[in-house]
């Protein structure tokens, strides 16, 4: 059993969906036709059963009967003129009283002397029987009476042949078998009809996904119709939705590495050159005056800073969600505010930071929001005129970082949260281009928004808003 069923599921759908319609069509058929053949036989009995209990309920049956069984009758007298049933009394002991007429002799049973002890005459008992010869009959037995002579009760036993009523029934039979056998090939080819209409666009989509693993051209799109709602049109337009996304993604990491290699390029490239100047002057034996070996010693470390600053925003973008969704706490915005702010401080001891900072409570990955913030900071100071001020405030969990520096043309606004997109006067000064974009994600992730605007009075000022309260939730551990 087990060796069919996998066998069956081996199959291909269109053949296991042609066979089990031509399954479920051939039960339909068969519980129709048997439920008609039985039906057609039960109609065919009552008929039979109806003329046997006319017969039996005819005037004088009784009294002819009874004097044939107790008289000598006469031969050619038949209680029944024109018909050839079988007519027979009996009783309880004795051999049966058969009309000289009748065709046969019904054998008799315990049902039919079970008559006779009842002697009830409004009792019809049917049943299927046998003649003397084995020819198959319809029975009825039926209580007479007390025979005068010897006081025994006598019940009446009529029978009609049933071989037109079985011969009927075997042609009705014939018929439905043959009605089925139609029916349940017509239905398996419709089955398969069905089955291959209904999966074409599982082909479709069959042969689109072996496209996509065979060339991984991620640009292929299955049609479908925009009023269809059924489970294939689900099916392809999330197929759709997939590819469409792989290929973004795609696109995107494409775009990442390629910025990635452009950026990476100037500091190895700076490097490369600081470090051959170094290597040169060793194997020539011409050392580089004092001051100009500490400033190519000074900038191979700068640049270093910078590549390392770049590998850990890379390593910062390249994240999956799950990982950043697994540390997702409450945290204070406050104290990761204040925490950045020591180290902007260190960054720019020559500046002036004022903060006011109120209480505020969001959820959000700790590392990465002060991280954030902390970007924020440092393109403050970046900007800043030296012994310039930076304004911070935190209050109703929107933060604002505002710097009095050159500002941000209208024109670089939309570009500022882009990756690896640096302002053309910006390009001089350190930094990989990342800080923004990840401070915009991570905002987003924390369900929050950022913006960079114009200052007025001049400068720029960035707007943090986050979702949250001023308490934190009761029984909720604080980063």
């Known amino acids: ?38 039906i057609v036989q039960g109609k065919l009995y009552d008929q039979v059963d109806g003329d046997l209990k006319e017969m039996a309920s005819r005037p004088g049956t009784v009294q002819s009967l009874l004097q044939r069984c107790t008289q000598t009758p006469e031969k050619n007298t038949q209680v029944f003129p024109g018909r050839n049933d079988y007519v027979q009394a009996i009783k309880a002991e004795g051999d049966p009283c058969v009309d000289p007429n009748s065709p046969g002799t019904v054998e008799v049973t315990g049902a039919d002397k079970h008559v ?102 991620l640009s292929i799109r299955i049609p479908v119709e925009e009023a269809a709602e059924d489970e294939i049109a689900r099916l392809s337009r999330s197929f759709n939705s997939m590819t469409s996304s792989l290929a973004n993604s795609r696109e995107l990491q494409q775009q990442l590495i390629a910025d990635a290699g452009h950026e990476l390029r100037t ?14 002057s060793e194997e020539t034996g011409r050392p580089l005056p004092e001051a100009d070996r500490k400033a190519l010693l000074a900038s191979v470390k700068a640049q270093m800073t910078e590549l390392a600053s770049l590998i850990g925003d890379l390593q910062e973008l390249s994240r999956s969600e799950g990982q950043r969704g697994e540390r997702v706490q409450v945290v204070s915005l406050e104290d990761t ?44 100071v970046k900007f800043s005129p030296e012994g310039g001020t930076i304004d911070v405030r935190l209050t109703d969990g929107i933060l604002t970082v505002r710097d009095h520096g050159p500002g941000i043309p209208a024109d670089e606004l939309p570009h500022v949260f882009d990756r690896f997109w640096r302002s053309p006067s910006a390009r001089a000064l350190p930094g990989s281009g990342l800080g923004l974009s990840i401070v915009a994600r991570t905002v987003e992730q924390a369900g929050g928004q950022v913006t960079l605007d114009h200052a007025q009075g001049g400068g720029t000022i960035a707007t943090v808003r986050l979702p949250g309260a001023p308490t934190p939730p009761p029984e909720t551990p604080t980063a």
């Open 337 to 380: 505010v204040e925490s950045a702010l020591r180290r902007a401080r260190l960054r720019g001891p020559e500046l002036t930071i004022n903060a006011s900072l109120e209480p505020w409570y969001t959820r959000a990955e700790p590392a990465a929001l002060e991280r954030a913030v902390v970007n924020i900071l440092d393109n403050a």
């Open 1 to 38: 059993m087990k060796s069919v069923g996998r066998r069956f599921r081996s199959l291909p759908i269109r053949a296991r969906l042609s066979m089990l319609v031509a399954a479920a069509v051939a039960f339909a058929v068969a519980a129709v036709s048997v439920t008609c053949w039985f």
């Open 267 to 280: 500091p190895l490239t700076s490097l490369r050159t600081n470090i051959e100047l170094l290597t040169r």
């Open 116 to 217: 006779i002890e009842k002697a009830n005459a409004d009792t019809l008992y049917f049943r299927n029987g046998t003649d003397a010869d084995g020819n198959s009959v319809r029975v009825l037995t039926r209580y007479l009476g007390v025979d005068q002579n010897d006081s025994r009760g006598v019940a009446l036993v009529l029978a009609s042949p049933l071989k037109g009523t079985q011969s009927t029934l075997n042609e009705l039979a014939l018929i439905l078998l043959l009605v089925s056998g139609v029916g349940v090939l017509g239905a398996e080819g419709a089955g398969l009809a069905v089955a291959r209409a209904g999966l074409r666009p599982v082909d479709k989509l069959t042969e689109a996904v072996e496209h996509v693993a065979r060339t991984e051209d």
